[in-house]
């Protein structure tokens, strides 16, 4: 979209002319002869191509691409062990899954091991659970479903209480992280064993550790067996069950929440903020907003690579009910990017809008974006901004 300015056409041109003289050198100085072996070729020739040495420049040279520090461990959950759950569902139809169209397969399904658990680089990212699927095959959210996604269901706009990941009946399924399964079969919604639930079979693991100072739990639901029982011990990978489509599901898939509770209340958090990044790889959080500050829901965001021109489009959360975290107060998040540069457009007041951002390894990348005036890649800042007032749970009826 910028234009060049004309001193920065001639650097270019310049520099172009620099490029294609050394290229024509090079090849004056290879042998005329094609037959000829390149081996036979004179010595000069060959090493004057090798000097200088070629240098090779990581593509990360900003500071934040240092080894990200675990500076954060999770703090252990003080709150005294329940047998039960005393917090029940809203919505009952939260859970409603249609699959959408099929897209291109991946170009490869290898992707690299993740950090160690847990993974906390800043001192607001909170990576502290395992992928509830194994790491040799799809373990990663259906693009077209995120949280926070809507879905159309007889004119009532469904909410997505968590990530979906797609992936063949019968998959097992693992526990993200060390904790106590609090249920295991049908019913979690209504907390009555009710063959109908729309989490079908499902467990509920309590884990051992917490989030300042709330207990996390997370589900895990659709399976088509169930592993463990209420009250059993679990460690982060244990296989809790298998991939089903029990309750509301069109197709096998795990269907993944992360919820955090407070005092009786719990609350929703994207997955995609809690799950390990594979090494190398990292996060994208934004706060899109219209010029007002208001967030702007269901937008098309796409986010392009600069360096394989990969592309993917996040739709922002589907309405103000979805919980945010408190620190990002973000709308979107699209995680299991490769470290390298972006750029991000965004449609906005007829036009749009086009900002570059740099991905980096481990590492949550942020960036807000109001309108026609402001497109900032900085962290919010640590004290509570104005907006960190409103970020209080929603209790569940
Ligand atoms: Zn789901």
Do not use: C
Request: without cysteine; proline residues 11%; aromatic residues 10%.
């Amino acid at each position: 979209m910028k234009k060049l300015a004309a001193n920065e056409r001639l650097s270019i041109y310049l520099r172009l002319i620099v490029v294609i003289s050394a290229l024509s050198l090079v090849f004056l100085s290879l042998p005329v002869n094609p037959a000829l072996p390149a081996a036979s070729a004179p010595a000069t020739a060959a090493t004057a191509t090798l000097d200088p040495p070629l240098a090779i420049t990581p593509t990360n040279t900003a500071p934040a691409a240092q080894a990200p520090l675990r500076t954060a461990t999770p703090s252990a959950s003080t709150a005294t062990p329940q047998p039960a759950l005393t917090v029940s569902v809203s919505n009952p139809d939260t859970l409603k899954f249609v699959f959408p169209t099929q897209g291109p397969l991946p170009i490869s399904l290898w992707r690299p091991p993740p950090y160690d658990l847990p993974w906390a680089p800043g001192p607001h990212d909170h990576f502290y659970f395992a992928r509830p699927i194994a790491a040799n095959k799809v373990n990663w959210p259906l693009p077209d479903y995120r949280y926070g996604g809507t879905m159309d269901d007889n004119d009532h706009l469904t909410i997505h209480t968590g990530i979906d990941i797609e992936a063949p009946f019968g998959t097992p399924v693992l526990a993200a992280g060390d904790g106590t399964v609090v249920w295991a079969g049908y019913g979690l919604e209504s907390m009555s064993h009710n063959p109908n639930d729309p989490y079908g079979m499902a467990v509920l693991i309590r884990h051992n550790f917490g989030y300042q100072g709330n207990r996390l739990d997370t589900v895990y639901g659709h399976m088509s067996e169930i592993d463990v029982v209420a009250g059993e011990k679990v460690k982060v990978g244990t296989r809790i069950g298998l991939v089903g489509e029990t309750g509301n599901a069109t197709g096998p898939h795990l269907h993944f929440e992360v919820r955090v509770e407070e005092n009786n209340f719990f609350y929703f958090q994207n997955p995609e903020l809690w799950l390990v990044p594979p090494q190398g790889w990292g996060i994208l959080v934004g706060r899109v907003m219209d010029s007002w500050g208001n967030l702007i829901h269901r937008l098309d965001i796409r986010v392009t690579s600069k360096t394989s021109d990969q592309d993917w489009t996040v739709r922002t959360y589907g309405n103000e009910t979805v919980k945010s975290d408190p620190y990002y107060q973000e709308n979107m998040v699209l995680s299991d990017l490769p470290a390298g540069d972006y750029t991000l457009s965004i449609p906005y007041g007829g036009g749009t809008f086009h900002q570059d951002i740099t991905i980096y390894p481990g590492r949550v990348s942020y960036y807000t974006f109001k309108g026609f005036y402001l497109f900032k890649t900085q962290l919010p800042p640590t004290q509570a901004p104005d907006f960190l007032g409103t970020a209080t749970p929603t209790p569940a009826h």
